[in-house]
């Protein structure tokens, strides 16, 4: 199970729970399935799928759990269509103006009338604890699903203290300097897009599949650009696209570390799930090792660390 994006918080020793107390804990606020008349449901659901029953899947001081959403699907247009028919026939029946207040009422009856028959659909968001260094890794390019599975987790143990990933450097900043100066750390090479930002006055330009020391990006560096994505790749084993808040998207591994998990004997889906938990997430703590020095180490003020 490879992450494709990457979130990272700290957890500032809110989160001790061992393994199996961590399973009994999640056992509490398990996924159920939508009812007839839910719109959502969100849960936790076992890491391993339909090949497990586990809530966490643990291996080295990782523990890996995964929360399920499910939501009601009911299209725009068929809703509209049953309003409209509807707003009609009050006008015509009872010759009288439908405000925007009764379409609303009606459109929430309408809505709750058809909730049994909707179909679902089902999505899934991946993180795991570092339990060593005391950090959550979500897998997710969005701060709004971070945050809800952390809400959940949150419910689910009682308290949480979860920090974004902050380094004393700001990102957009030292993004801007390794364009500008070519002083890139050992062990990174700049990609070929990116993705230059003013807060100013909203001016935005991107390059794709270009060399970025190009005259052109510099001089809009000059102009008053800062680099807000930029793709980068780290000791051939991992690509991504580093943004102005250090959250790592698109998420790119490198043949040598698949090809590793594929290397084990794994007999069984569980087996081959296990291989490639192990393998990634040695990869990652040793990525954001790497990535957080690169930003001048984490603001240890602002996780509380400082003494």
């Known amino acids: 199970m490879w992450f494709k994006n990457l979130r990272i918080y700290r957890l500032n020793n809110s989160l001790t729970h061992t393994p199996e107390a961590l399973n009994e804990a999640l056992s509490e ?8 008349s839910d719109a959502l449901s969100f849960g936790w659901a076992p890491p391993l799928g339909r090949h497990g029953t586990e809530l966490v899947h643990a291996a080295n001081g990782y523990i890996m759990i995964c929360a399920k959403r ?3 699907v009911l299209p725009g247009p068929v809703v509209k269509e049953i309003l409209d028919e509807k707003v009609a026939e009050i006008s015509e029946q009872e010759s009288r103006f439908v405000g ?3 379409k609303q009422s009606l459109k929430e009856e309408i809505i709750f009338s058809l909730m049994p028959k909707a179909f679902t659909k089902s999505s899934y968001d991946f993180a795991y ?28 143990v009682g308290s949480l203290k979860a ?6 450097n700001a990102p957009k900043d030292v993004l801007t300097s390794w364009l500008t100066t070519g002083n890139v750390p050992q062990g990174i090479e700049v990609g070929e897009e990116c993705e230059l930002s003013s807060l100013d006055d909203g001016r935005s330009v991107k390059f794709k599949h270009q060399d970025l020391w ?5 001089r809009h560096i000059k102009s008053g ?5 930029l793709v980068v790749k780290w000791n051939d084993s991992i690509e991504c696209i580093i943004d102005e808040e250090l959250c790592f998207k698109r998420l790119k591994y490198g043949n040598a570390i698949t090809e590793q998990a594929k290397d ?8 081959l799930f296990d291989n490639e938990f192990a393998i990634m997430t040695l990869e990652l703590t040793a990525f954001t090792k790497a990535m957080t020095d690169a930003f001048g180490g984490v603001d240890e003020e602002v996780f509380g660390l400082r003494k």
């Open 70 to 72: 499910q939501e009601k």
């Open 214 to 218: 190009i005259e052109e990006v510099g």
């Open 264 to 271: 084990h004997d794994a007999d069984s889906a569980a087996a």
């Open 100 to 102: 925007r207040a009764e």
């Open 225 to 229: 650009l800062q680099v807000t994505k």
């Open 129 to 156: 604890i570092d339990s060593k260094n005391q950090m959550l890794f979500i897998n997710t390019s969005s701060a709004n699903r971070a945050e809800e599975l952390m809400a959940l987790l949150r419910e689910t």
């Open 163 to 168: 920090i974004p990933l902050i380094p004393l």
């Open 29 to 36: 606020y398990e996924f159920t399935p939508c009812a007839s």
